[in-house]
């Protein structure tokens, strides 16, 4: 089968991998990296390349030769260059957060709609062995209906110029949740709570309480001043509980069938006091997980889209169901009070 090919536009920090996982892969031929600053670009592009190096995204996508563009720019210039290059008929992949507001968010996917060209989020956790196996624990009912769910992520990181911490952060909660509850990201009004103790200008730590259809709560811890890295995630369910810490190769995930059974649950409120409460002290059982990079999976998932003409497992509408919910996480900050995401085009 003839290789697709790809032009990767930004190559600060996170294009470079891109560059990398595009070049490695028997779907794609790399034609062009392009940045603004030209030193930047041909630094990916490393000597003896046959991949040219540009500056302009116009000319960039005047190009025959060019099938799609991978989008690797801060958030703020994410919907100009994407509707640009839907317009000029190339697919799309863009980094996450989709784009800085839902306004935009929504245009990029009309716009590829209309074109009828792939819109694809580089939602990068959801392509990890791991996620693929949770979701697959729960799709399977094997973990039963999900009670809770609490992830951890934390470290000392770059305070970003223009976003708070969960912008930067939570982008990744939120899309593991949209990819693995079988309804999706469907949460009721966010709750949630940020402090900058150093005086940043914008909040640097961050809970927010998303609850989830049936009465299970999700809770996002995101920090950019631990100095310690946690990567914790854990689905509680009603049969099973799945513990997955991504910073652990030997044990990435575990399957838990421990847990609390309430035998009887009276409908009457007052009478709930009697209830039945058991403990459950089951095994626990380390599933063998392949270890495979996860922006690989993600730009052959890329390509089979396009060549089979369906939407991404990671596409527009699901960028869209995030970005909402980081909207209300600001609202909710700002106002203090539970905020509820906006549905719509985000199905
Ligand atoms: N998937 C992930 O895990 C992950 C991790 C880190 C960053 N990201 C995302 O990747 C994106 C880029 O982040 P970064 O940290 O690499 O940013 P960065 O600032 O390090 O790099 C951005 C690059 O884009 C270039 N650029 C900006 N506007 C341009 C334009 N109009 N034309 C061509 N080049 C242009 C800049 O010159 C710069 O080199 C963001 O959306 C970020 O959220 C994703």
């Known amino acids: 089968m003839d290789k697709l090919r790809i032009a990767v536009i930004g190559a600060g920090y996170w294009g470079p991998n891109l560059v990398r996982n595009f070049r490695n892969s028997p779907d794609w031929d790399l034609v062009a990296v392009c940045d603004l600053d030209p030193l930047r670009a041909a630094r990916v592009v490393g000597d ?12 960039l996508l005047e190009r025959d ?38 306004e935009d968010a929504r245009r990029m996917v009309e716009v590829a709609a209309a074109q009828g060209r792939a819109l694809m989020l580089d939602h990068t956790f959801c392509y990890t062995p791991a996620v693929r196996h949770i979701r697959q624990m729960i799709a399977d009912g094997v973990v039963g209906d999900v009670l809770y769910v609490d992830s951890v992520r934390i470290n000392l990181g770059l305070v970003q110029p223009d976003v708070n911490v969960f912008w930067d952060l939570a982008p990744h909660d939120l899309s593991i949740l949209d990819f693995i509850l079988p309804s ?19 909040a640097c730590i961050g809970h ?3 609850p989830l259809p049936g009465g299970g709560i999700a809770n996002i811890s995101v920090n950019w001043l631990s100095p310690t890295k946690i990567r ?21 995930v575990a399957l838990y069938d421990r847990g609390v059974d309430v035998a009887t649950r009276p409908d009457d409120l007052a009478e709930r006091k009697q209830v039945n409460v058991s403990y459950r002290m089951g095994d626990i059982h380390v599933p063998a997980l392949r270890e495979a990079e996860a922006l690989g999976l993600m730009v052959a998932e890329f390509a089979a889209a396009i060549r089979e003409g369906r939407a991404p497992l990671t596409d527009g509408h699901s960028g869209m169901r995030v970005l909402s919910v980081l909207h209300a996480i600001d609202e909710s900050l700002a106002s203090g009070h539970a905020v509820s995401p906006q549905r719509g085009a985000a199905s």
Do not use: C
């Not at 914790?232 to 990435?252: A, H, I, K």
């Open 48 to 59: 003896r390349s046959t991949v040219e190096v540009e500056t302009d995204v116009s000319r």
């Open 232 to 252: 914790s995630f854990v689905v509680g369910g009603r049969n099973r509980t799945l513990v997955w810490d991504d910073l652990n190769p030997m044990q990435r």
């Open 65 to 102: 030769d060019v099938d799609a563009v991978a989008i690797a720019t801060p958030a703020r210039t994410h919907a100009e260059l994407a509707v640009a290059a839907l317009e000029a008929g190339k697919h799309v992949l863009v980094e996450k957060p989709l784009a800085s507001n839902l």
């Open 208 to 210: 927010a309480s998303l």
């Open 184 to 202: 999706g990201l469907d949460v009721g009004p966010v709750t949630a709570t940020g402090a900058d103790p150093l005086g940043t200008g914008r």
